[in-house]
């Protein structure tokens, strides 16, 4: 019979053949879709293990819920794709360490060895389930491995997805700015004062100090502050100097420097009370030792209202705690920078200092004596005048001397030569002096110095005890009206720490010319603390400005028999 159709023979050996080569087809294509597959896992696992595993000190990615059991309230979950083992290990450990310092060296190994562990089961993992699913149904195991790299890409878009638009949250490595700390310090009840350290840029047309911060500690918030650079926050004579604090976008536009400094600069005023010798140094001179002394010279005083007098009067003491120009801040046109300013003075109590509270500790002694050397006294260790001069003349005894200080205006003695001759009378060589602001601190210095006394009513003119030596006596007259207690407190207490030895003599109500103007009756004369009480400008009036006084000779002369005899001990 002539057909076409194959044999019966021949048929089945034809479609063997076939059924071979579809089988190895078959196979061959679900071999190469498992490794085409696998290897496009491998990558993606090897580039989202490469972008979020090396970040686990610095990234904070969104973990699995058995991962964050107790932190659901910190960090919502977001992605709705399960993450690697090695993900959600690294979000749990930053959670966990969140707001401190990184972990040491020994768990960031140990967590990156487990990060591998788990990378390697899990590889293994899917290897073995795609083998066992190819034995089982090569096509359906590579039609998987389709779907497994669809699902993949789908993840990773969708991590990608969330990084980008701030879903996870994901910390780099850029710095975050930190918090400034304060520049200025107005909490001290006497005096303000603001310290910068970095780029600080003195204005001084503009009575300004800018602070640049560097960039990693730029913000959008400025700062400033207004403050009276002097010792006294209150004292409204003193004017104000602005501290600025910038912000990002106003410290790139900052002005440029116009000169750069290698020392720190202090801006300080020198007007407010000055022209007064006490308030000369209780209010600028004392306050700038405790600031700037322990500089040793190596700083730069800008002077905000600059006083020219002062400036003359007191050059060797300004001189020597600054070995720079005195530069005049209101009138300096230029942007001077520095790598620290401080604005302002500061200042423990009137007339005083509180060794605690100062650098190395320096106390009224320290500054006494620094001030003799500054103006090349004798040391520390020669005696007072009188017993120095009495040790060397073996035949003539010298009398001590008594400087005695009559104020011009206020609190004067009215009986001023009939004093001179008690003093005299009684054992001692009289120096009178009434001080002028134009005297020569120089030459006056070692006036004082060869005096063994200084006697004066309360006032300015006792301030010139710093040029006595150790030992030698403070004499205060103390004029009516409860004044002991200011007394004691600027000069008394003072000159205790200085080694001075303090006399004091409170004078009678008959002793003051208020007796004579008011009556014995007057409240004034009869009940000083009734006017104290109301108000120190009425205290001021009285006691302070319309008093002077007549000093009871025959009275005071114990008095003066008394410190001869604490000189002859």
Not at 266 to 277: C, D, E, K, R
């Amino acid at each position: 019979m002539g057909t076409d159709s194959p044999s019966p023979s021949t048929a089945p050996v034809a479609l063997g053949a076939k059924g071979a080569v579809r089988a190895v087809a078959q196979h061959h294509q679900a071999v190469v879709g498992f490794l085409l597959g696998f290897l496009l896992v491998l990558l993606l696992y090897t580039t989202v293990s490469s972008q979020f595993g090396s970040q686990n000190a610095i990234g904070v990615l969104q973990s699995t819920p058995a991962a964050r059991t107790g932190q659901n309230a910190m960090t919502p979950q977001t992605s709705p794709s399960p993450m690697p083992n090695n993900m959600a290990k690294g979000d749990h450990i930053k959670e966990d360490n969140k707001g401190q310092q990184s972990d040491t060296p020994n768990k960031m190994e140990e967590d990156h060895v487990q990060h591998g562990i788990n990378g390697i089961e899990k590889n293994n993992q899917t290897e073995a389930k795609l083998d066992n699913e190819k034995e089982k149904n090569p096509g359906e195991a590579a039609g998987q491995a389709s779907v497994d790299y669809a699902s993949d890409r789908i993840e990773e878009e969708l991590i990608r997805q969330e990084i980008h638009q701030g879903g996870i949250k994901n910390d780099t490595n850029i710095e975050q700015a930190t918090p400034r700390k304060p520049i200025c310090d107005l909490s001290d009840p006497r005096y303000d004062v603001c310290e910068i350290s970095g780029d600080a840029r003195a204005l001084g047309a503009n009575r300004t100090v800018l602070y640049v911060p560097p960039a990693s500690e730029r913000g959008a918030d400025s700062q400033e502050w207004s403050i009276r650079d002097q010792s006294r926050k209150y004292l409204e004579y003193v004017g104000k100097v602005t501290i600025r604090s910038l912000n990002a976008s106003q410290a790139a536009a900052a002005p440029e420097c116009t000169s750069r400094h290698a020392v720190p600069a202090v801006v300080f005023a020198m007007n407010g009370l000055t022209s007064n010798p006490w308030h000369d140094f209780s209010d600028v001179l004392i306050p700038l030792f405790i600031t700037t002394r322990a500089l040793d010279g190596e700083v730069q005083f800008l002077v905000s209202d600059l006083q020219p007098w002062f400036v003359d009067k007191y050059r060797l003491i300004l001189r020597n705690l600054s070995r720079y120009d005195v530069v005049d801040f209101n009138q300096d046109g230029g942007v001077r920078c520095y790598p620290h300013v401080t604005v302002g003075l500061r200042s423990h109590r009137d007339l005083g200092i509180d060794p605690a509270r100062a650098p190395r500790n320096y106390t009224m002694l320290d500054f006494r004596l620094y001030v003799r050397e500054i103006y090349s006294l004798p040391p520390p260790d020669v005696d007072v005048p009188y017993k120095e001069a009495n040790r060397a003349a073996a035949e003539q005894q010298r009398k001590p001397r008594l400087m005695l200080i009559n104020r011009g205006r206020t609190r004067k003695f009215v009986n001023f030569p009939e004093i001179v001759a008690a003093v005299q009378n009684a054992g001692f060589e009289v120096v009178p002096v009434e001080p002028r602001r134009d005297l020569s601190v120089e030459e006056f210095s070692r006036v004082v110095d060869s005096c063994d006394v200084l006697m004066g009513a309360h006032g300015a003119g006792l301030t010139n005890f710093f040029f006595l030596r150790s030992n030698a006596v403070m004499l205060q007259v103390v004029p009516w009206g409860h004044m002991e207690h200011s007394s004691m407190v600027f000069y008394g207490g003072p000159a205790r720490e200085m080694r001075l030895r303090d006399v004091e003599y409170s004078i009678a109500a008959t002793e003051s010319t208020l007796y004579d103007k008011y009556g014995k009756d007057d409240p004034v004369v009869s009940d000083p603390e009734s006017i104290h009480k109301q108000g120190w400008q009425f205290g001021m009036r009285y006691y302070w400005i319309e008093q002077d006084i007549r000093l009871n000779v025959t009275k005071f002369a114990p008095m003066l028999h008394q410190v001869l005899q604490m000189l002859r001990e």
